[in-house]
């Protein structure tokens, strides 16, 4: 990859791409660790006073997705990187887990303190949850929560995230927002990136600006991704890519599934099947409408949440498959098929098909649509058949979760509910030290988009690690 520029090349120590919680938490450990480096934080989305007066729908930008729009914040165990329980490639094994994750964790708590969270830990959870988590496991399922856990308001987050874009510019950490970086090399000493306005990325510039940095962490956030995975292959950044999770977005009328999401918005719900996968809710957002987005290079079905005004009838959620490595191999080969095939029978559109046909194994004619009594969210979406292209075993893990679940939800098997596809979830793995640099000196990744966390807490853990990793390497 060669990268062209009319200006002169601007050295840093260390550039950080990603101003979520694992590119701050960096930027912190390695302003504290090396108070001289000259660090600059560069983010495609929106500074912080700019995402406050876009509002609730703005995913990236300074904090993330997960502090700016979450609240929640576990402090127990993990591991880094994620690990799936399924199977896995060999060699896969944490770098951080058991008691000396929890100290970091603590760490990143009493940051949070100090900068101005005052909600209490909650050590288990409230009655009403306990009462879902139980009725849950009397179906059969596993409900997907975790304590202890602080619940953090708006107003302390808000407090949390100024608080610490205050600590890190009096350390000299600088940031960029709006931009993106278009391209990076490997330079004699580093790293060389090329920057673009934010939106710009498709228009084959060559002459944006470009700056060059002894060390460099990806940190772009679950959205970042594919960005991410894009830049590893073309620096030959080791990686492994895991099975996809695939299936469909449902959608139900709002009361259907209001049994669950009036304790827990998000209920995330999930069952082991003996083929080495999981079948699982994933994103559940009442109130909210579908969407298409391109991801991976497929358009795929998504959603987003309204404001309290703007809310619709319906409740939207993900039922994905997600296979192992084994599983992936066997069973359930050929997932990372399925959203492509959906995308040639359907160009530029997602497929929609109501639960009643689903079910009869029959497309869904444009009057059938137009009569059913719940509307679709997303009206581009084309009317037909997506049962066909996923796999009878797809279909036999959705009933059983589905029944299950209908235990505590009945509407859960509504005829009237829609089926939009294809719905996709893309995972990788990155071997790294116990730092989280890759196979390249002096590149590091940290975060959900390099499969190292989920969660506030856990991406949080590694930037600690990162930014130790950075101050190390600069020191040598």
Do not use: C
């Amino acid at each position: 990859m060669t990268v062209t520029s009319r200006r002169a090349d601007r050295r840093h120590d260390a550039i950080i791409v990603g101003a979520g919680m694992a590119g701050l938490l960096a930027a912190d450990t390695l302003a504290r660790l090396r108070p001289a480096s000259d660090v600059l934080v560069v983010d495609a989305g929106r500074a912080m006073a700019a995402r406050e007066r876009y509002g609730s729908g703005d995913w990236g930008g300074y904090g993330g997705a997960g502090l700016f729009l979450g609240g929640r914040v576990y402090i127990g165990p993990a591991a880094i990187p994620v690990l799936p329980p399924t199977t896995l490639p060999p060699g896969i094994a944490p770098i951080l887990d058991g008691e000396a994750y929890v100290a970091q964790a603590r760490e990143v708590n009493a940051l949070l303190d100090t900068l101005g969270a005052t909600a209490p830990l909650r050590e288990v959870p409230n009655e009403r949850l306990q009462t879902a988590m139980d009725a849950a496991a009397s179906a059969g399922l596993e409900y997907v929560t975790s304590y202890p856990a602080r619940f953090l308001s708006i107003d302390e987050r808000l407090a949390v995230l100024r608080g610490l874009r205050q600590r890190l510019e009096e350390s000299g950490v600088r940031f960029r927002f709006e931009t993106s970086v278009a391209a990076v090399e490997r330079a004699e000493d580093g790293y060389r990136l090329r920057l673009t306005a934010a939106g710009r990325e498709d228009r084959g510039d060559t002459d944006g600006e470009t700056l060059a940095a002894r060390a460099l962490l990806l940190a772009p956030g679950r959205y970042g991704a594919e960005w991410l995975v894009g830049v590893a292959r073309a620096l030959g950044v080791a990686l492994n890519a895991l099975p996809p999770a695939f299936g469909v977005r449902l959608e139900l009328p709002l009361a259907a599934y209001a049994p669950l999401t009036e304790i827990n918005p998000d209920p995330r719900l999930q069952l082991a099947l003996p083929s080495d996968a999981l079948v699982k809710t994933y994103a559940t957002i009442p109130g909210g409408m579908v969407t298409a987005v391109q991801r991976y290079g497929r358009l795929v079905a998504s959603a987003v949440p309204l404001a309290a005004g703007e809310k619709t009838s319906s409740t939207t959620l993900a039922v994905l498959v997600q296979p192992g490595v084994e599983g992936g191999a066997g069973e359930w080969a050929g997932a990372e098929t399925f959203a492509a095939r959906l995308n040639a029978r359907a160009p530029a559109r997602l497929v929609i098909q109501r639960m009643a046909d689903v079910r009869a194994g029959r497309a869904t004619a444009a009057e059938m649509l137009a009569s059913n009594p719940l509307r679709p969210t997303y009206a581009e979406a084309m009317p037909g058949r997506l049962d066909d292209v996923y796999p009878p075993a797809y279909w036999r893990a959705f009933d059983e979760l589905l029944g299950r679940i209908a235990r505590i939800a009945p509407g859960m098997l509504s005829d009237d509910a829609l089926a939009y596809g294809p719905a996709e979830e893309r995972f990788w793995h990155f071997p790294t030290d116990a730092r989280l640099q890759t196979n390249l000196p002096r590149l590091f990744v940290a975060g959900d988009a390099a499969g190292q966390s989920q969660g506030i807490v856990q991406a949080a853990v590694t930037g600690l690690l990162a930014g130790e990793g950075l101050a190390a390497r600069l020191d040598e």
